[in-house]
C-alpha cells in the first residue's frame, strides 16, 4: 500500500466541511475589510524567495522544496504567501490600476521541517495583504481584522502581542546592541542561536530553547532604540488598537521568522494549544515590493495557519443548513422522496437521501452527515400530507404540513426543546 508522504495530510470529507465553515467565517470578515482573493501558483522560481525573505531565514536555508525542472530553472514549492501575492502585484500592474491593493488568499505551503501538533509539511494558511498605505491605522487595522477573524470562528482565550522592529535607519542599531550582548553569553546559547548570531541575531530572542530564553530576559529592548518615526508610528498603532477596542499587550520579544519585516509586528495566540499557541501573525514590510523589482509602496499583512485553528474548532460548527431525506414506506413514499428532494435543491437546500436502507440506518447516516435538518416521510405522513422535520444539533421534531416543508427548512425550526 502506498501511503500519504510524511507531513503532508490527507483532508477526509467530515473534515473538510469544518474548514470550509472556517473559510467562509474568514472570507466573511475580509469581505468586509473591502479585501478580494487571489490565487496564486504553489511553484515559484526559487530566487523570488531567496530574494523576499532573506538567504539567512531558516525558511530559505534548512526548510524550502527546491528543485529544479527539466529546463534546468530552480524551482520552489511556495513556503510562505506574501511574495508570491506582492510578486502577482507586479507582474500584472495591479499598483498601476489602484494605489491600494487589499487582497487575501487561501491555500497550501510547502516547507521540510519536523511534523508536529498543528505544523505540516504541507500546511495551509489564511494570508491577508494590505498594500499601498503607510499610515498607522492600516497596521492596527490590519490587527483588528486578525481579532475579528478569530473571534467569528470561535477561539477562545485570545492574546495579542505586539512590537515594533524598527526601520533601516534605527534597527542596525539595536541589532549592534543585541549581538554584542548575545556574545557575552554565548557559551548558554543553543547550537541554532549561535549559528543565528552570525547571521539573524534577532532571531534568537524568539527562540523556544528555555536557556535562550532566560538569557534574552536581559537582552537589550528594541523600543529603547527606536527612532523619532518609529516611536511615532508605534504609538499611534497602539492608540488605534484601543480605540478599535483591540486588546493587546507589548512584548520587546517579538520578532518574525522573515528578514522583510519592519515596524510594526503582532502574533495572536488562542487558549487550549498549549506552548505552541500562536494561530496568527504578521506585521509591516515596507520596501519589500521594491526588492521584488516592483515600486517603492509600502506593506502590511498577516496569516493564520489553519492546522493549528483547526485543533480549536468546535465539531457542532461544521453543521450544515443542509437536509437529510429519510424514508419509510411504501412505493408512494420513496416517489415522493424524490420529488421532495428535487424541490430542496432547487430551492438551494443541500439534501441527500439513501432510501434503500433501514430507517435506523438511515437516521444513522443523517447523524453522520452534518446536515442541520432530517426529513423524514413515512406511510402516514404521505396520507396526512404532512412531514416530519427533525433539528439534528437539539434533536426538536414535529409534524407540519408538506407544503410548509421548505419555508420551514429555510428558516429554521422554531422549537429548541428536545422531545
Known sequence: MIKAIKGMNDLLPQEVERWRWV????????????????????VERTDLFERG???????????MYTFPDKSGSSLTLRPEATASILRAVIEHGLISEDPIQKLYSIGPMFRYERPQKGRYRQFHQINAERIGEESPFSDAESICMAYDISKAIGLGGLNIEVNSLGCKECRPRFR???KAFLYQNRDGLCDDCKRRLETNPLRVLDCKNISCQRIVQDAPRIEEYLCNACKEHYNEVLRDLEIMGVPYSKNNLLVRGLDYYTRTTFEIKAGGLGAQDAVA???RYDGLLKLLG??????????FGLERVMLLVDAKMQRQQGCFVAVHGGVNVKEEAIRMLSELREAGIVSQAVIDRSLKAQMRRAARSGYRFCLILGDDEISR?????????????????????????????KGREAL
Open 23 to 42: 473559510e467562509k467565517k474568514a472570507r466573511h470578515v475580509l469581505g468586509l475589510y473591502g479585501f478580494s482573493e487571489i490565487r496564486t501558483p504553489i
Open 53 to 63: 525573505l532573506g538567504h539567512d531565514t531558516d525558511v530559505v536555508e534548512k526548510q
Open 176 to 178: 549592534k546592541a543585541l
Open 281 to 283: 501573525g504578521g506585521g
Open 294 to 303: 516592483g515600486p517603492d509602496v509600502p506593506g502590511t499583512g498577516f496569516a
Open 385 to 413: 400530507s404532512e412531514v416530519t422535520l427533525k433539528d439534528m444539533e437539539t434533536s426538536f421534531q414535529e409534524r407540519v404540513p408538506r407544503d410548509e416543508a421548505l419555508t420551514r427548512l429555510q428558516g429554521g425550526l
